[in-house]
């Protein structure tokens, strides 16, 4: 098992520029997050997801949207991304409710200038 | 909004001292997590604790869920240059996302 895998490792971005983060599981997890972490901040939950087709907003969610067409996939957009968006983002799993063990990806560092 | 406190917020120790780190909630928990996060690489889970006043161990680890499941402790005994990491506890009610508090960043120096 290849566990989460996110892509790219690395992106810079210029101000107004989208992108999306990939996210793909093979655990066959219902569960699946995406959290950013910005220094001495911990991790903020940014959009969650409970199933195929089923998404939810977290902490953080304002610039951002999610898709879950598989139980597999579960990509994050930016749109028209800004200075504040630039962070590392983590997309974890879980096989069900959210106090379950969460396993997650190795991140993608964001730097928008 | 459920908030974790953790500290200290950093420390630096040397290779076979003690060390006690902590997590604080003002709510109660149905369960706490510790995860440790190394330079580069997402979180690791080390330890879940549901039950008020559990105690788990791995190894030189040591685990404590308040009785009142609103705190928690990690204590590492005679700490090695390979415990060095961002230590992370997560918690909520049940059924709801968790949320993490901002970590305890340790160096064990050799």
């Known amino acids: 098992n290849a566990g989460v895998t996110q892509t790219p490792k690395f992106r810079i971005l210029k101000i107004g520029q989208s992108m999306t983060l990939q996210c793909t599981q093979d655990?066959?997890?219902?569960?699946m997050y995406w959290y950013r972490q910005d220094p001495g901040m911990g991790l903020k939950l940014i959009y969650y997801?409970?199933?195929?087709?089923?998404?939810d907003k977290g902490e953080v969610p304002n610039g951002y949207n999610v898709s879950r067409s598989t139980t597999e996939d579960f990509p994050l957009r930016l749109e028209l991304a800004a200075p504040s968006q630039t962070s590392v983002y983590f997309c974890?799993?879980?096989?069900?409710?959210?106090?379950?063990?969460?396993?997650f990806g190795p991140g993608t560092r964001l730097l928008v200038l | 909004t459920q908030l974790l406190e953790q500290s200290p917020q950093f420390l630096s120790i040397q290779e076979g001292e003690n060390l006690t780190v902590y997590c604080n909630s003002s709510?109660?928990?149905?369960?706490l997590q510790w995860y440790r996060q190394e330079p580069g690489e997402g979180p690791v889970l080390l330890v879940t604790?549901?039950?008020?006043?559990e105690v788990k161990k791995l190894k030189r680890l040591t685990f404590q869920f308040g009785d009142a499941r609103k705190d928690s402790s990690l204590h590492i005994t005679a700490a090695q240059p390979g415990d060095t990491g961002l230590y992370l506890c997560?918690?909520?009610?049940?059924?709801?996302?968790?949320?993490f508090g901002k970590g305890t960043r340790l160096s064990v120096i050799a």
């Open positions: 974890a799993s879980s096989y069900s409710t959210n106090q379950e063990t969460q396993y």
């Open positions: 655990m066959n997890h219902n569960y």
């Open positions: 997801s409970v199933g195929a087709g089923i998404t």
């Open positions: 709510s109660v928990f149905s369960s």
């Open positions: 604790v549901v039950t008020g006043g």
């Open positions: 997560a918690g909520g009610p049940r059924n709801t996302p968790l949320v």
